[in-house]
T-cell receptor, first 117, second 114 residues
Framework: AQSVTQLGSHVSVSEGALVLLRCNYS??????LFWYVQYPNQGLQLLLK??????LVKGINGFEAEFKKSETSFHLTKPSAHMSDAAEYFC???????????????FGKGTKLSVKP | DAGVTQSPTHLIKTRGQQVTLRCSPK?????VSWYQQALGQGPQFIFQ???????QRGNFPDRFSGHQFPNYSSELNVNALLLGDSALYLC?????????????FGPGTRLLVL
């Protein structure tokens, strides 16, 4: 069964510093991987996704993630943090039981990112 | 292009009552999934509807039921509410048959059970 582990429930960085949010997954099939962001009292917004092809994936707001099969990781990075990046970030893997389409998402517990001025 | 919409935004119920939450998918999408997000946790999958049928179900009791209408909108019903059902309920829509599945989430309905 698929699972996701996010290391660090809370990460704090200074404005302008590198953001690194860690995600490790477990999957019995080639995974589809996602990062979502959730601002306070809002739903989830897709940041980026990996399905097939290039292992370095670029998303919105300057975020990117690299799929590393050997490490079963999909860490999220951003070179320079902005105050507006403060939010909760969720890594997810798709449970692809229908031959690759429309599986449900299995989420990690989330990492809350704080950005200090 | 309207995104995923959910109603109501907030709801307060008492234990034992029943509640119905509603979701309209993003234009062009035909699959609706429901998730429960307890405070401080990641979302957990409840069930998914496609072609008006429940296609997948997570580890939730039968008190949780749903429906999908011909226009692809969906309802989530919870009977005999418990205090532990207090959570943010998220609806996500997607398009079946694609090779790059992406689920788009609505803003959620926050349910408080007293």
């Amino acid at each position: 069964a698929q699972s996701v582990t996010q290391l660090g429930s809370h990460v704090s960085v200074s404005e302008g510093a590198l953001v690194l949010l860690r995600c490790n997954y477990s999957s019995s099939v080639p995974p589809y991987l996602f990062w979502y962001v959730q601002y306070p009292n809002q739903g989830l917004q897709l940041l980026l996704k990996y399905t097939t092809g290039a292992t370095l994936v670029k998303g919105i707001n300057g975020f990117e993630a690299e799929f590393k099969k050997s490490e079963t990781s999909f860490h999220l990075t951003k070179p320079s943090a902005h105050m507006s990046d403060a939010a909760e970030y969720f890594c997810a893997v798709s449970d692809r039981i229908y031959g690759g389409s429309q599986g449900n998402l299995i989420f990690g517990k989330g990492t809350k990112l704080s950005v200090k001025p | 292009d309207a995104g995923v919409t959910q109603s109501p935004t907030h709801l307060i119920k008492t234990r034992g009552q029943q509640v119905t939450l509603r979701c309209s998918p993003k234009s062009g999408h035909d699959t609706v999934s429901w998730y429960q997000q307890a405070l401080g946790q990641g979302p957990q999958f409840i069930f998914q509807y496609y072609e008006e049928e429940e296609r997948q179900r997570g580890n939730f009791p039968d008190r949780f039921s749903g429906h999908q209408f011909p226009n692809y909108s969906s309802e989530l019903n919870v009977n005999a509410l418990l205090l532990g059902d207090s959570a943010l309920y998220l609806c996500a829509s997607s398009l079946a048959g694609g090779t790059q599945e992406t689920q788009y989430f609505g803003p959620g309905t926050r349910l408080l059970v007293l």
